[in-house]
């Protein structure tokens, strides 16, 4: 192993590590596997809350995204992109998926249809999932 990268603040930043000691070496990919693990929790956690901005978007006839560009919080752009439209609930959207761009780094955010019950209320949601 000769470098690692890690993405802070949507820089990639590439660090040599050739030089140094296994031991150095195996603490910095201790730290970067931890730092890229909240990245990942951060990005889960705005999945869950539906928190990016919606740029534009179009949306179908009853008014549900159909696809959209988005911004994250930390200005990371994507595509909000509708998998599954409610037919018994028009308007509202069951499964989805959005993309995370940040320089060279990207993900592919996903959540998988949710079950509603009688009045349309969500009352499963399966776990989003990010690649």
Known sequence: MSSLSISIGGQVTTVQIGNLSP???AQLTSAIATINTIQQSSLLNWAYGNIFRLVSATRDSNEAIV???IIWPDGATGTFTTDVAS???PGAIDAWHATYVNGSVSHTITQPAVTRD???AVIAQPAITIT
């Open 87 to 89: 037919t018994a609930f």
């Open 67 to 69: 696809t959209a560009s």
């Open 23 to 25: 031991a150095v070496q």
């Open 118 to 120: 009688a009045n349309g």
